[in-house]
């Protein structure tokens, strides 16, 4: 048999294994990873992982990237400055619920989740990743009630984290958006209150 006729292994596709990591550390999250995992996931041997990637954390942050500009929640078209604060906020938060619950196997916020890693280079860039959507949030309750903007802020990005824990643990997305929903209430008395204030 020469070299024509012996069968070649197609290149290696480093975005389709990029896509193959993303949903291995979204499923698992970044510690329950192993290179082991990842390289049987991808089909390849550790060196041509590193050669590839770099470093497991390095592999970690492309994914969150790629996670996060693929799925990152609307947020010009929810926070629109003209909307009331309280039935914006509420939109993302169901918003954020429907898409937490959306995927069996793809539960949560790979991004919000990977910030509860062990490993502190990858928490530190979830958080990092993370900041842009958190910064966005900010300003937009801060331009409606800007005495009370860290207040709101915290308690719309504590609401997201949780939803998206319960998301991870199984909770099913009717659930979820009801507590969205719910936590949008809270949310109408507070800026009713302060309207009055």
Same mark, same amino acid.
Request: hydrophobic letters at 55%; proline letters at 2%.
């Given at each position: 048999m020469d070299a024509q006729q012996r069968k070649r292994k197609p290149p290696f596709d480093r975005e389709e294994g990029l896509a193959k990591a993303q949903a291995l550390f979204h499923a698992r999250g970044y510690d329950a990873v192993s290179i082991a995992d990842l390289t049987q996931e991808l089909g390849i041997n550790p060196p041509s992982l590193y050669a590839a990637y770099g470093s497991k954390a390095e592999l970690f942050e492309r994914a969150?990237? !790629?996670? %996060?500009?693929?799925?990152?929640?609307?947020?010009?078209?929810? $926070?629109?400055p003209s909307r009331p604060p309280d039935e914006a906020l509420t939109a993302l938060l169901v918003a954020a619920a429907r898409q937490y619950g959306a995927d069996e196997r793809l539960r949560g916020c790979m991004v919000t989740e990977g910030m509860r890693a062990d490993d502190k280079a990858a928490r530190e860039m979830a958080h990092a990743i993370g900041q842009a959507g958190a910064d966005a949030i900010h300003a937009y309750v801060a331009a409606k009630a800007p005495k009370r903007a860290r207040q709101i802020t915290d308690y719309v990005l504590v609401t997201m984290r949780g939803l998206s824990s319960? %998301?991870?643990?199984?909770?099913?997305?009717?659930?979820?958006? &009801?507590? &969205?929903? $719910?936590?949008? !209430?809270? $949310?109408?008395?507070?800026?009713? %209150?302060?309207? !009055?204030?």
């Open positions: 969150m990237q !790629r996670h %996060a500009a693929m799925n990152a929640l609307p947020l010009a078209k929810i $926070l629109v319960f %998301a991870c643990l199984g909770m099913t997305q009717a659930r979820l958006v &009801a507590v &969205a929903r $719910l936590a949008g !209430r809270a $949310l109408e008395s507070e800026f009713t %209150a302060g309207s !009055r204030g």
